[in-house]
């Protein structure tokens, strides 16, 4: 009996290694790849727009309508303000187009100058933010009709604001992290494993 429980609780301390192995993993290929993973959804949100009206245009109207509809969480798609492809309306508006484009394009350089690239301080993601304020806020009150290059401009705008604030922040805070599991890629400071520290199972 006495090795019965022993076999149960071995077998429970080998599940539990396990799990805590399978997170530390799961948590270093986050910590080394956040941005690429955000570069691919940015991309995809991109991709899915575009194909909207070509998967109409195919005749494949059930799934281009399944994304068009999924896409209106992310985007107000008012017809007079979005782009067309051969007659069928893309899944986001000529703004929101601009944003995720330029959002996805500088994710992109981050990403391949290794998260080196430079930040931008809050004044100036606050600056760029201002054309696109002002551009929505005087049409909704009536005072001015925007036009389709100030609505690419402004998103365009405020999309390398997003993407050149946001993205060095959120590097920069992981390389200070007082305790990383592991050395970052394309970080030259020491982990805590680097360091003698204990891993999540409390080793030495």
Same mark, same amino acid.
């Given at each position: 009996?006495?090795?019965? !429980?022993?076999?149960?609780?071995?077998? #429970?301390?080998?599940?539990?290694?396990?799990?805590?192995?399978?997170?530390?993993?799961?948590?270093?290929?986050? !910590?080394?790849?956040? @941005?690429? %993973?955000?570069?691919?959804?940015?991309?995809?949100?991109?991709?899915?727009?575009?194909?909207? $009206?070509?998967? @109409?245009?195919? &005749?494949?109207?059930?799934?281009?309508?399944?994304?068009?509809? #999924?896409?209106?969480?992310?985007?107000?798609?008012?017809?007079?303000?979005? $782009?067309?492809?051969?007659?069928?309306?893309? &899944?986001?508006?000529?703004?929101?187009? @601009?944003?995720?484009?330029?959002?996805?394009?500088?994710? #992109?350089?981050?990403?391949?100058?290794?998260?080196?690239?430079?930040?931008?301080?809050?004044?100036?993601?606050?600056?760029?933010?201002?054309?696109?304020?002002?551009? &929505?806020?005087?049409?909704?009150?009536?005072?001015?009709?925007?036009?389709?290059?100030?609505?690419?401009?402004? &998103?365009? %705008?405020?999309?390398?604001?997003? #993407?050149?604030?946001?993205?060095?922040?959120?590097?920069?805070?992981?390389?200070?992290?007082?305790?990383?599991?592991?050395?970052?890629?394309?970080?030259?400071?020491?982990?805590?494993?680097?360091?003698?520290?204990?891993?999540?199972?409390?080793?030495?």
């Amino acid at each position: 009996m006495a090795l019965h !429980y022993i076999q149960q609780d071995q077998r #429970a301390n080998a599940k539990m290694r396990r799990v805590k192995a399978a997170w530390q993993r799961a948590g270093i290929f986050l !910590y080394n790849h956040w @941005a690429t %993973l955000i570069m691919c959804i940015l991309g995809l949100v991109v991709f899915s727009a575009f194909s909207v $009206p070509v998967l @109409a245009y195919f &005749g494949f109207d059930s799934l281009s309508k399944q994304i068009y509809n #999924a896409m209106h969480y992310i985007c107000g798609q008012i017809p007079s303000h979005s $782009p067309y492809i051969c007659g069928h309306q893309c &899944g986001l508006c000529f703004r929101c187009t @601009a944003i995720y484009s330029t959002l996805f394009l500088t994710s #992109a350089v981050f990403v391949f100058t290794k998260k080196r690239l430079q930040g931008i301080s809050w004044w100036m993601l606050g600056l760029l933010t201002l054309p696109m304020a002002w551009d &929505g806020i005087t049409q909704l009150f009536g005072l001015r009709e925007s036009t389709t290059v100030l609505r690419l401009i402004t &998103g365009t %705008l405020f999309g390398l604001g997003c #993407a050149l604030f946001t993205f060095p922040l959120v590097q920069k805070t992981l390389l200070e992290s007082q305790t990383p599991m592991v050395r970052p890629a394309y970080s030259s400071d020491r982990s805590l494993i680097d360091r003698g520290g204990t891993d999540l199972d409390g080793n030495a």
